[in-house]
């Protein structure tokens, strides 16, 4: 079982959006592409920003998500920074 749930990380990534705007993510898939992503790149050789000793990319990536030191961002948001 994934600690934390894929309903308190959708709670944290959408911590920060405002009423009325649209949830940044709003199914676990989102969760999923975004924590893989993450774990990839942990093991291309990015910095981890959590302790992760002894742990597996996953579970730090999750960590990260799950305090804030990554984000998830849309599609528009990423064009922006282009």
Do not use: F
């Amino acid at each position: 079982m994934l600690h934390p749930s894929y309903a308190d990380l959708i709670n944290v990534v959408n911590s920060g959006v405002e009423e009325g705007e649209d949830p940044v993510v709003s199914s676990r898939y989102s969760i999923v592409m975004a924590t893989s992503k993450r774990a990839r790149q942990i093991i291309a050789g990015d910095e981890e920003l959590v302790d992760g000793k002894g742990k597996k990319p996953l579970s730090i990536a999750v960590e990260e998500l799950n305090q804030g030191k990554v984000r998830i961002t849309s599609e528009e948001e990423n064009e922006e920074h282009d």
